[in-house]
């Protein structure tokens, strides 16, 4: 548990493959956060999608709920109450329409108080050479506020996956004085890969910011692969925690909040930053 004395938390990441279906997804979810918590985390976070995996639209709609009458939000209050953690949820499929959700995250305190939410704003649309096509814009709507809550430790930047591909971002989420970055994610194993390690420590770098990054990982029952490899990197850009696989699990990892101040001091970038404008293009 955390120590009082250095002001140092144990930070988890809960690794899922989440269901089609709502009740086991967050069955899996609940005994990963319990074993996380056993272990001396203070604070958990589980992936993007937490209460489910469908890409049959109509099976989707037809599983989801409002956040009025979602039924895994109460569950993981008393989760949190009961572990005496901080709980973030990465994200569930919220139902905000007969025909749209929002992708949003959750932060729970000890207190079982739901203290931030935040809805995922950057959609992945793509239509690929193969003729493939994702369209995330189809069934969620974007969020337009970038969010950053206090931990007793820390300001938390707050994100979702793709969010990820967008430096401004987290950027302003430094600039506004968040120290660790919370990236729950869902990545394909291609994107995961080719570029899963380099851009969260990227973002750990640019912004002399511990990344908490926890993720879907192996073969789900909707047919769909991700990557996994959940991951905790330092300010420096060092990984201090991974899963180096695919299946559900828990890693650890240790933070230190001097360590964001003593990062940011030897490469100020953050105070570096000048305005400048382009030059025509001749």
């Known amino acids: 548990m955390a120590d009082a004395m250095d002001g140092s938390f144990t930070a988890a990441c809960v690794q899922m493959r989440a269901d089609v279906a709502v009740k086991p997804s967050i069955d899996q979810a609940i005994a990963l956060i319990r074993e996380a918590a056993r272990a001396g985390a203070d604070y958990v976070q589980t992936p993007e999608m937490t209460n489910i995996l469908q890409p049959d639209r109509p099976k989707f709609f037809e599983a989801i709920r409002s956040e009025a009458e979602d039924p895994s939000i109460p569950l993981f209050q008393a989760e949190a109450m009961a572990l005496g953690i901080w709980l973030h949820v990465g994200s569930l499929a919220i139902r905000i329409g007969e025909k749209q959700a929002a992708n949003?995250?959750?932060?729970?305190?000890?207190?079982?108080?739901?203290?931030?939410?935040?809805?995922k704003i950057h959609m992945f649309d793509v239509t690929l050479p193969n003729g493939q096509t994702y369209r995330e814009s189809a069934a969620y709507a974007p969020?337009?506020?970038?969010?950053?809550?206090?931990?007793?430790?820390?300001?938390?930047?707050?994100?979702?996956?793709?969010?990820?591909?967008?430096?401004?971002?987290?950027?302003?989420?430094?600039?506004?004085?968040?120290?660790?970055?919370?990236?729950?994610?869902?990545?394909?194993?291609?994107?995961?890969?080719?570029?899963?390690?380099?851009?969260?420590?990227?973002?750990?770098?640019?912004?002399?910011?511990?990344?908490?990054?926890?993720?879907?990982?192996?073969?789900?029952?909707?047919?769909?692969?991700?990557?996994?490899?959940?991951?905790?990197?330092?300010?420096?850009?060092?990984?201090?925690?991974?899963?180096?696989?695919?299946?559900?699990?828990?890693?650890?990892?240790?933070?230190?909040?001097?360590?964001v101040g003593e990062t940011r001091g030897r490469i100020p970038s953050l105070t570096n930053g000048r305005v400048f404008r382009m030059a025509e293009a001749p």
């Open 104 to 119: 949003r995250s959750y932060l729970i305190s000890p207190d079982g108080e739901v203290v931030a939410a935040y809805d």
């Open 143 to 259: 969020g337009d506020v970038a969010v950053t809550a206090d931990l007793p430790w820390m300001r938390l930047g707050v994100t979702i996956c793709y969010d990820l591909r967008f430096p401004n971002l987290y950027r302003k989420l430094a600039e506004q004085g968040a120290g660790v970055m919370a990236i729950p994610s869902s990545f394909t194993v291609p994107t995961g890969e080719a570029h899963w390690h380099v851009l969260m420590r990227s973002r750990a770098i640019e912004n002399g910011a511990f990344v908490i990054a926890a993720a879907q990982g192996g073969q789900h029952a909707c047919g769909r692969a991700t990557y996994g490899h959940s991951l905790i990197v330092d300010p420096w850009g060092r990984i201090l925690a991974e899963a180096d696989h695919d299946e559900p699990g828990i890693i650890l990892a240790t933070i230190d909040p001097a360590q």
